[in-house]
């Protein structure tokens, strides 16, 4: 019999509740994402970013472009379900970790969006311990801190923009 052994570096999973339906808070995702995304801290850019865009298909890249024409990378798109799901490789962290993010209509008018980065056997106890775009990184909350305020930031932006 196999032992099954608790996973040393779980996922870290949020979700949040939008009043609105998934194929609208899914496009509010994609489509908009420059404009509702906390740049600062959560970019290589900060200021410098015009636009983060996502190309809509299966290794389409999801990157920031800055005032000067730079393009920076976040990753490349793994798996492509809309209104549902996407799964995007994340190229900021120290070695590349995964992100998937689904959309699971409750009502016609309410969706929950639910955040699943993993991966972090990739990095060593040292890239985990490391701050990330705010402090404390996988070890010390930083990662699920800095989804939080995504998820808060997507709800935000969804709500507003509700058709």
């Not at 900021?92 to 309410?110: Q, S």
Request: one cysteine or more.
């Amino acid at each position: 019999m196999t032992e099954i052994l608790p996973l040393r570096r779980p996922p870290i999973r949020r979700s949040t509740l939008v009043r609105s339906s998934a194929d609208h808070t899914f496009t509010v995702f994609v489509d908009t994402l420059g404009r509702w995304w906390p740049l600062r801290p959560y970019s290589a850019g900060k200021e410098r970013v015009d636009d983060v865009t996502v190309e809509p298909h299966v290794d389409g890249r999801v990157y920031e472009t800055w005032d000067d024409g730079t393009v920076v990378e976040w990753g490349r798109l793994v798996a492509w379900e809309p209104p549902r799901r996407l799964v995007m490789t994340w190229s900021p962290t120290p070695a590349p970790t995964e992100v998937e993010l689904t959309f699971v209509a409750l009502a016609p008018a309410l969706t929950r969006v639910t955040v699943e980065h993993r991966g972090w056997e990739a990095l060593s106890d040292e890239q985990l311990a490391r701050d990330c775009a705010t402090p404390g990184g996988y070890t010390g909350g930083g990662f699920t801190r800095g989804w939080t305020t995504i998820l808060e930031r997507l709800t935000a932006a969804a709500e507003r923009e509700v058709r």
